[in-house]
C-alpha cells in the first residue's frame, strides 16, 4: 500500500470577527479544519486566541494583514490599507509587530505565515516574509519546499463573481484528487480554506464562508480523502520544520 498523504486544512482568517472565530472551530471540531491563520489585529483576536486555546486547536500560524482589496470597476483597488506595501521598511516593521502580537496572544511561535489575500507574493513583502519564515523555521505559504498550497476551494472567481461549483463535496474531493496526481509524494498538501459564520463581515467574500462550513463537515469528506490517499494532518505534526522558501 502506498504511502498516505498528509492533507492540511488550513483555515484563514481566525480572530477577523467572534462569528467568523465561531465558524471555523466548528469546523475544526465537526470537520475536517487541522490549522488556521490567525488575524492578530482586530479587536475580536485575542478572544479568539483564547477560544481556539481552550478548544485544544493549537496549530496556529500567522496570517499577515497589510491590507485589503476588492475588485471593483474591473480592476483590484485598495479598500483598506494598513501599510504601504511598497515601503520595505514600514513592512518589515509591521510583520515584526503582528508576530510580537500572535506570541502575546498565544504563547508561543506560530506554526506556518502566510497573508491575507496573498500580498507577500509580491515584493518587498516576498522577501520580507521568505526571511522572516527562515528565522522562525516555518513554512511560508507558496514558498515552502514540503508543502504545496491548495486554493481552488473558493466560491469565487479571480474577478470576484460567484462560482458557487467550487464548493460542493464532489468539487473539493475531484479538487484534492487532482492536487495529488499532480503533486510530488514527499509533499505535504494545504488546503485553502475560509469557513465562517458572519453574515455581516465586510468583505468581498462572505456568504460563501456559511456554505464552507457546511462541506467542510460532510462526514462524506473523511471517507473519500481516505480512498485518495490522503491523511489529516498539521503543520506542527510535519516534525522538524523547513525554512520558509529554502530546502533544510
Known amino acids: 500500500m502506498a504511502a498516505r498523504r498528509t492533507l492540511i486544512v488550513n483555515a484563514d482568517d481566525l480572530g477577523c470577527t467572534a462569528a467568523t472565530t465561531a465558524g471555523i472551530l466548528h469546523a475544526h471540531a465537526h470537520g475536517i479544519v487541522t490549522s488556521a491563520s490567525f488575524m492578530v489585529r482586530p479587536a475580536a483576536a485575542r478572544d479568539a486566541a483564547c477560544r481556539a486555546a481552550a478548544a485544544g486547536f493549537t496549530d496556529l500560524g500567522l496570517h499577515l494583514d497589510l491590507g485589503e482589496w476588492a475588485y471593483r470597476d474591473g480592476a483590484w483597488r485598495?479598500?483598506?490599507?494598513?501599510?504601504?506595501?511598497?515601503?520595505?521598511?514600514?513592512?518589515?516593521?509591521e510583520c515584526r509587530?503582528?508576530?510580537?502580537?500572535?506570541?502575546?496572544?498565544?504563547?508561543?511561535?506560530?506554526?506556518?505565515?502566510?497573508?491575507?489575500?496573498?500580498?507577500h507574493r509580491d515584493e518587498p513583502v516576498r522577501r520580507i516574509t521568505i526571511d522572516l519564515a527562515a528565522e522562525l523555521g516555518v513554512p511560508l505559504r507558496h514558498f515552502a519546499a514540503d508543502v504545496a498550497h491548495c486554493g481552488g476551494f473558493y466560491g469565487q472567481t479571480g474577478r470576484g463573481e460567484p462560482a458557487p461549483g467550487q464548493l460542493t463535496v464532489a468539487a473539493l474531493v475531484a479538487l484534492l484528487r487532482d492536487e495529488v496526481a499532480k503533486t510530488d509524494a514527499a509533499v505535504a498538501i494545504e488546503l485553502g480554506c475560509h469557513p465562517g459564520w458572519d453574515a455581516d463581515l465586510d468583505t468581498m467574500y462572505r456568504a460563501e464562508r456559511r456554505t464552507e462550513v457546511e462541506v467542510l463537515c460532510d462526514p462524506a469528506l473523511?471517507?473519500?480523502?481516505?480512498?485518495?490517499?490522503?491523511?489529516?494532518?498539521?503543520?506542527?505534526?510535519?516534525?522538524?520544520?523547513?525554512?520558509?522558501?529554502?530546502?533544510?
Request: proline fraction near 3%.
Open 78 to 93: 485598495q479598500i483598506a490599507r494598513v501599510v504601504d506595501t511598497a515601503d520595505a521598511a514600514a513592512v518589515a516593521a
Open 97 to 119: 509587530s503582528q508576530l510580537e502580537t500572535f506570541r502575546d496572544l498565544v504563547g508561543r511561535d506560530p506554526t506556518h505565515l502566510d497573508s491575507h489575500q496573498h500580498v
Open 222 to 248: 473523511r471517507t473519500a480523502l481516505a480512498d485518495i490517499g490522503l491523511e489529516l494532518g498539521t503543520f506542527a505534526g510535519l516534525g522538524v520544520m523547513r525554512t520558509g522558501g529554502r530546502p533544510a
